[in-house]
């Protein structure tokens, strides 16, 4: 099974910017198409946004789009998070998962190999 490591988070000011970087060690990398999670302070984990296995298509939660971009380097065992615009709502724990599945899914339960996650904190 995949193992991910999420890292890249950090303490940034509003309208500022991060990369969160989530590497993938075991079974081959493009087999699974990866998603992205948050959790906020008293918040339930949420879907933030996903890849498929080749990087051809992504989808993402509705209060990120036009800020995040999600993307990938198969050779390189990698999908990256690029958050612009960031703002204090995006504080939070962020997780990557994998999925087998061959189409895009936002139910955590369609996810497994969760890492230990990466803080970012967004101060106003």
Do not use: H
């Amino acid at each position: 099974q995949v193992q991910l490591v999420e890292s890249g988070g950090g303490l940034v000011q509003a309208g500022g910017s991060l990369r969160l970087c989530c590497a993938a060690s075991g079974r081959t990398f493009s087999n699974y198409a990866i998603g992205w999670f948050r959790q906020g302070p008293g918040k339930e984990r949420e879907f933030v946004a996903a890849i498929t296995r080749s990087g051809a298509r992504t989808q993402y939660t509705d209060s990120v789009k036009g800020r995040f971009t999600i993307s990938r380097d198969n050779p390189k065992n990698t999908v990256y998070l690029q958050m612009n615009s960031l703002k204090p709502e995006d504080t939070a724990v962020y997780y990557c998962a994998a999925s087998g599945l061959f189409i895009l899914t936002n139910e955590r339960r369609n996810y497994y190999g969760w890492g230990q996650g990466t803080q970012v904190t967004v101060s106003s």
